[in-house]
């Protein structure tokens, strides 16, 4: 079969992902339409976007100016334009009902060949698709956070998602530059927070249970493992709220306790004590996204 390229995608929520997402795909050369309810978001999605082009064109990493990439992107408080256009993927909150709700009406807006992708981290694609008059193209493309520099996208597989949209949507990958990590079956938590989740609720309960600091084990992660942030300071930039809202699909989708959030995670999210965003999290955060010193 012919390899279909994506010219023009819709980018539904214009948060922290849909953004970075919206970013990407411009800088990739495709023409995107980002869509938010809110149209002060869709002003701050595309400030922030200008910001990080400025730091990538800085560092050479970009050939185009910003000017040209943003150019690609427009910004839309209606729906309706999703209608012929290659691919839809949403990022809203992570909420089951609002997703339904949206890729019901993606559905009866846009048409096959569209493809609707979901950036879910948990939510099962097959459900999402279970909406839709045609699940066959209803498929679920994870984007890890920072989108722009971080390389990796799972490409999930709905159990009706057809061959051909699964293939498509690792082409779609590779065609923005990214590294697609190929999914075949939407269990819980995919692939690669499959993994993670674990390490970052054992993280937790070793600090709860006094044993080291947040400081401490984000740097002996970050030492003796080679990452680049440890698992604290990659909590605080996703968001408390995010890891919680994943955590607890999981253990309302399996019932299995060992994904139901410790309890320290759980109190820090009551109090909104969400990372970042809030500044303040696992650490403290002045206005300018800087960490403070304790
Ligand atoms: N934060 C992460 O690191 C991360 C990583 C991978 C996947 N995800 C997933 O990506 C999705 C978005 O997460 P986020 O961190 O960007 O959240 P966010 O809170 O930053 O953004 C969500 C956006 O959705 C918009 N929105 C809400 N309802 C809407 C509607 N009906 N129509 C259009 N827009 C609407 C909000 O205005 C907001 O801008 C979630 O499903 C999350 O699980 C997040």
Known sequence: M?????????????GFMGSGIAQVCAQAGVQVLLYDTNREVLEGAKTKIGWSLNKLSEKGKIEETPQQVLDRIKTATDLNPCKGTDLVIEAVFEDIELKKSLFREIDSIAPPPTMIASNTSSIPITELASVTESPERV????FFSPVPLNQAVEVIKGMR???EVFLAGRDFVRQICKEPIMVSRDVEGFVLNRIN??????????????????EDIDKGLRLAF??????FETSDMVGLDVTYGALMSMYRSTGDPRWYPPLLM???????YLGKKTLKGWYEYNPDGSRKER
């Not at 498929?139 to 994870?142: D, E, I, M, S, T």
């Not at 759980?266 to 909104?272: D, I, L, N, T, Y």
């Open 2 to 14: 012919e390899k279909m390229k994506v010219r023009s995608v819709f980018v539904v929520g214009a």
């Open 139 to 142: 498929l679920g493309l994870h």
């Open 161 to 163: 998602t057809s061959e």
């Open 197 to 214: 989740l674990p390490s970052i609720i054992e993280a937790i309960r070793v600090v709860e249970e006094g044993i080291a600091t947040v």
């Open 226 to 231: 080679g990452r680049p942030m440890g698992i």
């Open 266 to 272: 759980r109190r820090m999210v009551k109090a909104g």
